[in-house]
């Protein structure tokens, strides 16, 4: 199986972050964990991105805050996927994060997932290798059929708690 990287701009990016590391473990995908910095260390993040798909990734996961350009640097440097993550690190609520990730120029995308979705990154790597793992895409189906239950175990709470 590919291997998914994830990148992030500063370790203090760590706490979002688990939540894609925690993810890509409960599906068993494999993953390596790098900090590089688009603005303060470029040409190790570039070069990260431009060996990747030699170095056996199949999609890479890029979080960072405030003028979040680690995405699209690594896009930049890359044919494989990126997926951005915006980090909320400062008092504009990620917003700024959100908006320098997303906002790329046509012939270079990064799928920017919501502030702090570092999870639903992780999910989306492993809907990408499971186009052609049938075992990994059972998986899938497993984990939202589960996610399916916990919601109509609460819609049946609510429904009994307030309905007459
Ligand atoms: C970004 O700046 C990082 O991704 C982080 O979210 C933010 C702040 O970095 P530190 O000052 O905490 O290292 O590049």
Do not use: W
């Not at 500063?10 to 939540?19: A, F, N, R």
């Not at 990126?82 to 909320?88: A, E, N, T």
């Amino acid at each position: 199986m590919k291997k998914i990287a994830i990148v992030m701009g500063s370790d203090s990016d760590l706490p979002v972050v688990e939540k894609a590391i925690n993810t890509l473990k409960e599906f068993d995908v494999p993953f390596e964990v790098h900090v590089y910095s688009a603005h303060r260390t470029p040409n190790e993040a570039g070069e990260f991105a431009a060996k990747a798909r030699e170095n056996g990734f199949g999609a890479i996961i890029a979080a960072a805050g405030m003028a979040a350009h680690l995405a699209g640097a690594m896009a930049a440097r890359s044919t494989l996927p990126v997926v951005g993550i915006p980090v909320k690190s400062t008092n504009l609520d990620g917003m700024d994060a959100l908006l320098s990730t997303v906002q790329m120029p046509s012939g270079m995308p990064v799928a920017t997932v919501a502030i702090n979705g570092a999870a639903n990154a992780a999910l989306l790597c492993i809907q990408m290798l499971a186009i052609t793992d049938e075992a990994l895409a059972a998986k899938l189906d497993e984990a939202r059929a589960k996610g399916a239950a916990k919601v109509l175990a609460a819609n049946k709470a609510v429904e009994e708690k307030f309905n007459v």
